[in-house]
């Protein structure tokens, strides 16, 4: 079965440094894959997908992840962290089965310190 | 264009009570979702419409019923609601065609006393 991998429920950066948030997935086909934020009481709003046209996919709000078949990654980066991306991160697999659903992994907080 | 919208956004019950959580989409997508989340495990699907008039069951079914009344609206029901069904719960579409994106609505907060 496929699945997802977030390392760190936790992350913490300064205003300004590099957010680095990682994601691991198993999958026996070509994936496709995205990110989502969760602001608090929200709903979840995509902020990036992959689906096989480039391995570098560019986002809202800054954000980019990069795909890497060899290492089954799919990390989310921005250059510089601003107080307003303080939220969850979840990163997700679309599975063939149950209608294409999503496989989530547990998620990531990101708290920014100023 | 509101996306994807559910109501209510918070509702308590007792064990025992019933209630249906409403969903609704204006952007003709084929596919519903209904997910909940609970802390640490992401989200979890519990039943899914691939198009009018077809249901199914994802991975927790039990305890829940839905209903595809047209294109539009896909309601969730808990027909006895028990404490271990307290979660936030998300209504999802898609268009349903290859790589789609999931739109999510701004979920309903459930705590069953």
């Known amino acids: 079965a496929q699945s997802v991998t977030q390392l760190g429920s936790h992350v913490s950066v300064s205003e300004g440094a590099l957010v680095l948030l990682r994601c691991n997935y198993s999958?026996?086909?070509?994936?496709?894959l995205f990110w989502y934020v969760q602001y608090p009481n929200q709903g979840l709003q995509l902020l990036l997908k992959y689906t096989s046209a480039a391995t570098l996919v560019k986002g809202i709000n800054g954000f980019e992840a990069e795909f890497k078949k060899s290492e089954t990654s799919f990390h989310l980066t921005k250059p510089s962290a601003h107080m307003s991306d303080a939220a969850e991160y979840f990163c997700a697999v679309s599975v063939q089965e149950y209608g294409n659903k999503l496989v989530f992994g547990a998620g990531t907080i990101l708290r920014v310190k100023s | 264009n509101a996306g994807v919208t559910q109501t209510p956004k918070f509702q308590v019950l007792k064990t025992g009570q019933s209630m249906t959580l409403q969903c609704a989409q204006d952007m003709n997508h084929n596919s519903m979702y209904w997910y909940r989340q609970d802390p640490g495990m992401g989200l979890r699907l519990i039943y899914y419409s691939a198009s009018e008039g077809t249901t199914d069951k994802g991975e927790v079914p039990n305890g829940y019923n839905v209903s595809r009344l047209n294109k539009r609206e896909f309601s969730l029901r808990l027909e006895s609601a028990a404490p271990s069904q307290t979660s936030v719960y998300f209504c999802?579409?898609?268009?349903?065609?290859?790589?789609?994106?999931?739109?999510f609505g701004p979920g309903t907060r459930l705590t069953v006393l």
């Open positions: 999958s026996s086909v070509p994936p496709y």
């Open positions: 999802a579409s898609r268009a349903g065609q290859g790589t789609d994106t999931q739109y």
